[in-house]
């Protein structure tokens, strides 16, 4: 299977850039808890309802764990942390928490494994060998723009 692409054109502030179109990755479908739950449900002995109660559990947990302050890694997963958008200032003695944090947001790093022949490059367990193509809609869209 592919992911799929369709163009959309960007209006940066920069003179270079302005008006260049670009690709963009667009599913075609959103797989929720249920979803995957009834898919490893069907490949495995558990049922979808075992499933379902450890995802909610592992979410709860998860949200828990990150708002101690700690880092939750998921072998063969990946990596998830808070983090959070600030304000500069010139010095740190005029930092002000409630002033300049202005909010927290969640950074995901995917697993991944070195590979010696692309030259220690890190390969994401989620990136290895996927394969694009053409979202059918944009076609459509293609055919609007052009008239």
């Given amino acids: 299977m592919s992911i799929f692409l369709k163009m959309e054109q960007k209006n940066f502030k920069?003179?270079?850039?302005?008006?260049?179109?670009?690709?963009?990755?667009?599913?075609?479908m959103t797989a929720h808890t249920e979803d995957l739950a009834k898919s490893i449900s069907d490949s495995a002995t558990f049922t979808k309802?075992?499933?379902?109660?450890?995802?909610?559990?592992?979410?709860?947990?998860?949200?828990?764990?990150?708002?101690?302050g700690q880092k939750v890694v998921l072998d063969d997963f990946g990596s998830f942390y808070i983090a959070v958008h600030s304000d500069?200032?010139?010095?740190?003695?005029?930092?002000?928490?409630?002033?300049?944090?202005?909010?927290?947001?969640?950074?995901?790093?995917?697993a991944g494994r070195r590979n010696q022949q692309l030259g220690r490059r890190i390969v994401r367990n989620f990136l290895e060998n996927v394969k694009w193509t053409w979202n059918p809609k944009w076609k459509d869209e293609l055919k609007k723009l052009k008239g």
């Fill in 14 to 28: 920069t003179r270079e850039t302005a008006g260049k179109w670009y690709a963009k990755a667009t599913p075609l």
């Fill in 88 to 110: 500069g200032v010139d010095s740190p003695e005029q930092f002000d928490l409630k002033r300049h944090v202005r909010k927290p947001f969640c950074k995901f790093t995917p």
């Fill in 49 to 68: 309802a075992d499933v379902e109660g450890v995802i909610t559990a592992l979410v709860e947990e998860m949200k828990q764990r990150l708002q101690d």
